[in-house]
């Protein structure tokens, strides 16, 4: 089953414009993780944050936690037209046995016009 | 320093028929996980293998096995197969439960 849903499911932008996508989930976690997906292959990994991180920045990605919301955001900025994808949040739950199991939302597809 | 490896990159198979997938992990990771993906969807847990066991089990049915060899290579069989079986078969690798997973490129299975 999926932990929870990501907003929007579809998003279309210019680019240099700013894209952000939101993600909800249901239980306690150990960190929360965003993966990029590019034409249904494999899944690159852009950013880890842990339940005890609000913020993390890696490049043109900023990440925001809010555990009391069970919530999630990325934002990229200036975002370009390779940045075209999908885009999944997962997460850890805490927790003894997760053992690092990841559950993921349905994703937000990404489309970024030259 | 290779990255996750899947083979095949694709396969077909009919229903009933029997399938085994081929991860070999990044260097230096002990831990390999499965995930199937349907179209449109997120990838879902299938189960997980460390130091050559199953460590832990998604909500998939007894047709799916698997196995991690001394080299933390693994393998994902499923039997019988379904139409419903149909496709991207992910394998993931990591050092540390709680750390990033790297994923290879995937297996995309067409059961007909």
């Known amino acids: 089953s999926q932990q929870g849903e990501e907003d929007p499911q579809a998003l279309s932008i210019q680019e240099g414009e700013n894209a952000t996508m939101n993600c909800s989930y249901k239980?306690?976690?150990?960190?929360l993780q965003w993966y990029r997906q590019n034409s249904g292959r494999g899944l690159v990994h852009l950013i880890l944050i842990r339940s005890n991180e609000r913020e993390k920045h890696s490049g043109r990605l900023r990440v925001t936690l809010d555990t009391s919301k069970k919530s999630s955001s990325l934002l990229i900025t200036a975002s370009r037209a390779a940045d075209t994808a999908s885009y999944f949040c997962a997460t850890v739950s805490r927790g003894g046995t997760s053992y690092g199991k990841l559950t993921f939302g349905q994703g937000t597809i990404l489309t970024v016009h030259p | 320093d290779a990255g996750v490896t899947q083979s095949p990159t694709h396969l077909i198979k009919t229903r009933g028929q029997q399938v085994t997938l081929r991860c070999s992990p990044k260097s230096g990771h002990d831990t390999v996980s499965w995930y199937q993906q349907a179209l449109g969807q997120g990838p879902q847990f299938i189960f997980q293998y460390y130091e050559e066991e199953e460590r832990q089990r998604g909500n998939f049915p007894d047709r799916f096995s698997g196995h991690q060899f001394p080299n933390y290579s693994s393998e994902l069989n499923v039997n019988a197969l379904l139409l419903g079986d149909s496709a991207l078969y992910l394998c993931?690798?990591?050092?540390?439960?709680?750390?990033?997973?790297?994923f290879g490129p995937g297996t995309r299975l067409t059961v007909l």
């Open positions: 993931a690798s990591t050092l540390s439960s709680y750390n990033e997973q790297f």
């Open positions: 239980t306690s976690i150990n960190n």
